[in-house]
């Protein structure tokens, strides 16, 4: 199931649901303090992340204990942050769950993107701006950059997950796509946390604003006109910085 970016408040009914009636919860790094505190005092809580870029557990001993779980005749919950099916490697689970003949729900929850999206009032498809968007991640599993050619650009907008660590190989690639320098990008920190931060800045401006802000994991950027619709007014100005 989907923890959604972090504001408790953003689950699911059907989640909260999950998890009140869970007996077992494997969880992975994004998922807030404040939804573990939810858990109900009988469920076994196992940390199964992999902290921003090391390697953590692997994937195949995560579906072993999964499938170990379910056998053992619990109800098992596999929590991740946002939506599971988005960026989460929900596909390697789900079929060795199935192959081993394993009942499983998914249960979506709320992608970092459109938490994003509420928190700094950026609308995506904001009808001025935009008619598309996209979701890509900058990490692909063959540590190659992602492909962002033709995704972002007039009446485009493109949201990176995962892209904080090439910030500069991202720079250069929508540069070296036509993007204009002076291109707009929000970079949004923790989004939908209490401790969230915006950080207004341009393609050109991409790498050293992540530098110079020290931008930490969890965070994704918001590329393009769009980011004219930012509305900081629900956060106090101490959180918003232009980098
Ligand atoms: C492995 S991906 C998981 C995405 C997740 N399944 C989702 O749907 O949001 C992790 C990346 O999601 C983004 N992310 C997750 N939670 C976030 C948050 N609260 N604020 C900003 N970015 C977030 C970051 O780019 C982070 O590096």
New binding site residues.
Partial sequence: M?AG??DPELLTVKGYLALKGADVVFFDD?VSPEILDLLPERARCIYVGKPYQSAGVSQADIITQLIAAARGGHRVVRL?????M???RSGEELEGLRAAGVAVDVIP?I??AT??AASTGITLTHRDYAAQVSFVTAAKRDGGLAEVRGLAGKGRTLVI???IARADALRDALQADGVAPSWPIAI??????ANERVIITTVAGLADAVTRNVVR????FIVGEVVKTYSPAAISAEEVHHG
Avoid at 80 to 84: E, Q
Wanted: proline content about 10%; hydrophobic content about 35%; charged content about 15%.
């Fill in positions: 989907g970016p972090g994004l991740k942050g946002g939506d599971p988005v960026f989460g929850g992608t970092a938490g994003a997950y995962m892209g949004v920190e923790n989004a939908t946390r994991s969890p965070a994704l």
